[in-house]
Structures are given as structure tokens and as C-alpha cells.
């Protein structure tokens, strides 16, 4: 139990990390306008589509590679990467009550999400039910 718990825990920073680390790589790549005020209602609507693209994809990699690493660290327990996937989701939801963004990002940061926590159970080889238990040492 308690490696499934420290997985979610881990698998919720390296998340958080990945989409740190992917939207900085998208800053450099799509640098935002002079003068860029997030709260400003047009301000994410004007921004180039790879921008806003990079972000639903910064989202993806955070939910598989967080859900990757809670579901091997929960010794391959499924509904680890499933609750990394749906913190990274909640992260996201929270990005949308702090400035404003068009529709079609909020919508599609579900299916982001949730298909990166379903392909890190795939990956890992995960399954569901009680968290494995650690095997007994040889000897005792």
C-alpha cells in the first residue's frame, strides 16, 4: 500500500515536471508577444495554434509520464497512473479558472489526459485491483 501511495505522490511531480519542462521547450519555440497578458480574454486566443497545441501535448506527457512512473513504483497497480492522469487534469482545470482559454483547449485537455494515464497502464503492463504485495524474501 504504501508503495502505491509513493507512487502517486512521485508519479504527480514527474507529471508536473514533464509539463514544466514541455511548455518551457514550447515558450522557446512559440515566444509569446510583447506585451502578452494571460488574463487578457484575447491574449491565449491570438497566440499562434502551435502554442496552444503544445500545451494539450504538454498535458499528454505529463499524464503518461507521471502515470508511468506511479504505475512502476506501484508495482505496475493501473489505478495509480489513473489518479496521476486525473490530478494532471485537475492541474489543468485549474490553468483554465486563472486566464481564459478557447474552448476547443479546454475540451481537448480531457482526451489529453486521460488517453496518456490509459497508454501508461498499457505500457507498464498494469492491472487493477488489490495493489501486489511484496513477495516474501527467500529464507524466511
Given at each position: ?90 492541474f ?5 479558472s ?19 494515464g ?23
Open positions: 500500500m504504501a508503495r502505491s501511495i509513493t507512487g502517486v505522490l512521485v508519479g504527480v511531480i514527474i507529471g508536473a515536471l514533464l509539463v514544466l519542462i514541455v511548455e518551457g521547450v514550447s515558450h522557446q519555440l512559440f515566444p509569446p508577444p510583447a506585451g502578452f497578458v494571460p488574463t487578457d480574454p484575447g491574449a491565449v486566443a491570438a497566440l499562434p495554434f502551435g502554442a496552444k497545441f503544445s500545451v494539450l501535448s504538454a498535458w499528454f506527457a505529463g499524464a503518461l509520464g507521471g502515470g508511468v512512473a506511479a504505475s512502476l513504483i506501484g508495482r505496475r497497480w493501473a489505478p495509480g497512473a489513473w489518479v496521476v492522469a486525473v490530478t494532471i487534469l485537475l489543468a482545470a485549474t490553468n483554465f486563472a486566464f481564459p482559454h478557447p474552448l476547443w483547449m479546454m475540451i481537448g485537455s480531457i482526451p489529453a489526459t486521460l488517453i496518456g490509459w497508454l501508461a497502464v498499457i505500457v507498464t503492463k498494469a492491472t487493477y485491483g488489490r495493489p501486489p504485495v511484496r513477495s516474501p524474501k527467500p529464507g524466511l
